[in-house]
């Protein structure tokens, strides 16, 4: 099996089918663009660039929450909040980010959240971003972001070069 990009599509090329999946954006007030930026991930317009140590994306069903979390030289970025399944699309979670902490490795905790709390006021929703999964197995899921983003994540971290 193997993955290849064109354009906005995903192409999964396996000897039993071929599936191509196209941008679509099926939720109301979440923005949906061409992601431009190689090496960063970003949460509700907070960037973080991760070119030199992986991030992790933690789905935790029991609580319908998803976090990102990046590694960083001198700390730790976590961001993240409540999803709920797409009514419109089986395979999207829509996210609302609530949190956004950097813990800083000399015992400095910086709260950021309340930047996600504005923007929910400001929009009216604090639903600001979808994942989807384009392909899913034991080990690999490849899924996009409503800002474009396209990530390949495996449970064995040894498995990733950055």
């Known amino acids: 099996m193997s993955f290849r990009a064109s354009g906005d599509a995903l192409i999964i090329e396996d000897p039993d089918k071929v599936q191509t999946w ?4 099926a939720e109301e007030n979440i ?21 030199k140590k992986p991030p ?9 929450t998803v976090f990102n979390e990046v590694a960083l030289d001198n700390g730790l970025v976590r961001v993240g ?5 797409s009514e419109k ?3 999207r979670a829509v996210v609302a980010f609530q949190e956004c902490t950097i813990d800083l490795n000399f015992g400095l905790k ?3 959240g309340f930047l996600f ?3 929910a ?8 971003g979808w994942l989807e999964t384009t392909y899913l197995s034991d080990a690999v899921r490849i899924g996009r972001g409503n800002k474009g983003s396209m990530f390949v994540l495996t449970r064995d971290e040894d498995a990733v070069t950055p």
């Open 22 to 25: 196209k941008v679509e954006n």
């Open 31 to 51: 923005t949906t663009k061409r992601y431009n930026a190689r090496g960063s991930v970003s949460a509700g317009g907070i960037n973080v660039d991760v070119s």
């Open 56 to 64: 992790k994306q933690i789905f935790d069903l029991s609580q319908n």
């Open 81 to 85: 909040g409540k999803f709920r399944l």
């Open 89 to 91: 699309k089986e395979n």
């Open 110 to 112: 910086l709260d950021l």
């Open 117 to 119: 709390a504005i923007r």
């Open 121 to 128: 006021f400001v929009m009216g929703t604090d639903e600001s």
